[in-house]
């Protein structure tokens, strides 16, 4: 994968996120237009990633959540989602906010542009419950550079360090 992709991955799984955090299904859309099956895989892997990373920061926060807050903000923020995966992304995080996670990894398994979708949607309401909307968009944009001095580190020549 080129830092190019990368860097156009990287940023469009963020903003698919924040299309979501604001509810906005024209930015949801835009942010995915375009994409073939390996950028679909791409945008997927970045969003994965976040999502283990905000699921280990509740974790080591101790930070609990409410079965009704994570319910609610599944059915606000999914409404931002093409018609037709609407349900199942907010499905999807309402299993998984009850304990099931096999219901997520079992939807997001049967379409790739769906699971972007159903992944997306889960990372933000949990990214909302854990720091607001505020707090989740600053994250994001934390994410977002430490994910690209990242990725630059990787084009470096590492023969000639220790």
């Known amino acids: 994968m080129s830092d190019t992709a990368q860097r156009i991955s990287r940023d469009r ?11 906005d299904a024209v930015a949801v859309r835009e942010a ?5 099956a390996g950028g679909s895989l791409e945008v997927y892997a970045v969003l994965n990633g976040l999502l283990r990373s905000t699921i280990s920061i509740m974790e ?3 930070r609990s959540w409410r079965l009704d ?3 609610r903000r599944a059915d606000e923020v999914a409404v931002a989602a093409p018609p037709h995966y609407e349900f199942a992304a907010a499905e999807a995080t309402r299993a998984w906010a009850r304990g099931d996670e096999s219901a997520m990894r ?4 049967r379409d790739l542009t769906g699971a972007v979708h159903i992944t997306a949607v889960g ?5 909302l419950a854990l720091w ?4 989740f968009l600053d994250v994001l944009q934390e994410f977002g550079l430490t994910a690209a ?3 630059d580190g990787w084009g470096d020549d590492l023969s000639d360090r220790p």
């Open 13 to 23: 799984a963020l903003d698919v996120v924040r299309g979501y955090v604001d509810q």
């Open 32 to 36: 995915l237009a375009g994409l073939d």
């Open 60 to 62: 080591l926060t101790g």
């Open 69 to 71: 807050d994570l319910v």
């Open 106 to 109: 079992a939807a997001s398994c």
């Open 123 to 127: 990372v933000t309401v949990l990214g």
């Open 132 to 135: 607001g909307r505020t707090g």
């Open 149 to 151: 001095a990242l990725a």
